[in-house]
């Protein structure tokens, strides 16, 4: 009876189950997002629905982020489509945060020479935020073909997709001017420049050799519950092929490494959620 049991279970398509309710919820806005752009021919319509998703079409950005790091899906024909519409959500084709962060970054932050999301200028100065934000994001295909130039493979995927994710884009722009640049166009360049900016806050001025020390924390529940617990960075920037959903659990071991200064909240927490949401969303998780 067991073994009947059991031969009649199908393994998930998912890696984690943890990652069902996300992609869930990113794929509607995906289909919603097409809605639009074969029903509406409103510029009016278009440009405020481009203003309402620019928040969370960049929060999409930390699950496209989590995606690279260890991939959503058990088959890879399934990543490679999810991978596109990430794409037209942040900008960031398949295998382009693989190569530029993946391979790139987390090997390089503690070294500002060779950080591919460096925050020192040339001079060994800080960067502002604008100027950071501008410089990553603009330099991000380059130096991710660059950093993929040691891993042919990977090159040869993100050569491969990100040119049929850009035909297609033309496709769209050439079926459709007005609802592809509101609906896909400048939602990607504007995600690709919110996560920069987002980014900006990880690791600038932390000029140390430590990685506990290399990395700043935001614990808060409601940006964690939003980013894929993002904010518990210096875990993810430890142990970098650990699945979002068990961050926490590895932030609590090395917790004692991490000096109190590198604990506070990004100014996207501050500016958008707001204190009030916050103490409301703290007191609720606490009572349950």
């Not at 489509?81 to 391979?103: D, K, P, Q």
């Not at 994001?137 to 050569?159: C, D, E, M, N, S």
């Not at 001017?177 to 690791?203: G, N, Q, R, W």
């Amino acid at each position: 009876m067991q073994a009947s049991l059991q031969s009649t279970q199908t393994p998930s398509i998912f890696r984690f189950k943890e990652d069902r309710w996300p992609v869930a919820i990113i794929l509607c806005l995906t289909v919603f997002d097409f809605v639009l752009f074969f029903t509406v021919t409103s510029i009016t319509v278009f440009f405020t629905y481009y203003l309402a998703m620019l928040i969370p079409k960049g929060v999409i950005c930390a699950w496209n982020h989590h995606h690279q790091h260890l991939f959503t899906f058990r088959n890879k024909t399934l990543n490679r489509f999810l991978e596109f519409f990430y794409a037209l959500h942040t900008g960031v084709s398949t295998h382009l945060w693989r190569l530029h962060h993946v391979l790139g970054h987390h090997l390089n932050f503690l070294d500002q020479e060779k950080d591919e999301s460096r925050w020192k200028r040339k001079d060994g100065s800080k960067m502002g935020v604008i100027e950071y934000s501008f410089n990553v994001a603009i330099t991000a295909y380059p130096r991710g073909y660059t950093v993929g130039k040691k891993h042919p493979k990977q090159l040869k995927i993100f050569i491969r997709y990100t040119a049929l994710t850009f035909a297609i884009i033309i496709g769209l722009i050439i079926w459709n001017p007005l609802a592809a640049l509101f609906l896909f166009v400048l939602p990607m360049i504007t995600s690709l420049l919110f996560t920069a900016y987002v980014t900006y806050e990880h690791h600038s001025g932390l000029d140390t050799e430590n990685e506990f020390e290399a990395s700043y924390n935001n614990l808060n529940p409601v940006f964690n519950f939003l980013t894929g617990n993002l904010g518990y960075h210096t875990a993810h920037h430890h142990k970098q092929g650990v699945h979002w959903s068990r961050l926490p659990q590895l932030h609590a071991r090395i917790a004692d490494k991490i000096p109190t200064h590198l604990y506070q909240k990004s100014s996207i927490t501050k500016a958008v959620l707001g204190g009030a949401v916050l103490s409301l969303f703290t007191k609720s998780t606490a009572k349950s």
